[in-house]
């Protein structure tokens, strides 16, 4: 369904923010990263997704702890 909606609009920040829950849920925490950086950049102001963002890598670290690189932490 999210991927639907981006596909029809690539710039739908609910939908980038919602498919990361989705993905994060599914434990494709770099999925859900992509998607929480790219609603980030589209809307700087939606300041909780950087916390989306550290317990998504928080989650990464926990259940798969060498997978996590530098790229992961800026």
Do not use: C, W
């Amino acid at each position: 369904l999210y991927e639907e909606a981006l596909a029809l609009e690539p710039n739908y920040v609910a939908a980038h923010i919602n498919l990361g829950v989705s993905l994060g849920n599914a434990e494709d925490y770099d999925g859900a990263i992509s998607h929480f950086q790219t609603a980030l950049r589209l809307n700087p102001s939606k300041t909780f997704v950087r916390e989306k963002i550290e317990i998504t890598l928080a989650l990464k670290a926990m259940t798969h702890p060498l997978e996590l690189t530098m790229r992961d932490l800026r």
